[in-house]
């Protein structure tokens, strides 16, 4: 099991940067990735981005050249930078972590942290 703990929303003008946080309650490179989710209201929950425990990182392509994923193994933290931001990347952004059970996988997640950009 992994407890995640995010932090870092807020509200901010487009154009705006906000750097969201993502504890875990044990080493990351134990798991088998970490992503950033986001959920509009009506919409359904996508992902953002992700980083596999081996570094390799994959992003939407909404966010691509605005987000960063980076992941800090010494605090067990992953983080997402978020710069260039639109009012459309207002959502609650969920982390979430994966670990490799048998023949599938186990998804844990934060309680989500709201992220609001004005125009």
């Known amino acids: 099991q992994v407890q995640l703990v995010e932090s870092g929303g807020g509200l901010v003008q487009a154009g705006g940067s906000l750097r969201l946080s993502c504890a875990a309650s044990?080493?990351?490179?134990?798991?088998?990735?970490m992503g950033w989710y986001r959920q509009a209201p009506g919409k359904q929950r996508e992902l953002v981005a992700g980083?596999?425990?081996?570094?390799?990182?994959n992003y939407a392509d909404s966010v691509k050249g605005r987000f960063t994923i980076s992941s800090d193994n010494a605090k067990n933290t992953v983080y997402l930078q978020m710069n260039s931001l639109k009012p459309e990347d207002t959502a609650v952004y969920y982390c979430?972590?994966?670990?490799?059970?048998?023949?599938?996988?186990?998804?844990?997640w934060g309680q989500g942290t709201q992220v609001t950009v004005s125009s």
């Open positions: 980083i596999t425990s081996g570094g390799t990182t």
């Open positions: 979430n972590a994966r670990i490799s059970y048998f023949s599938t996988y186990l998804n844990y």
């Open positions: 044990r080493s990351i490179g134990s798991l088998n990735s």
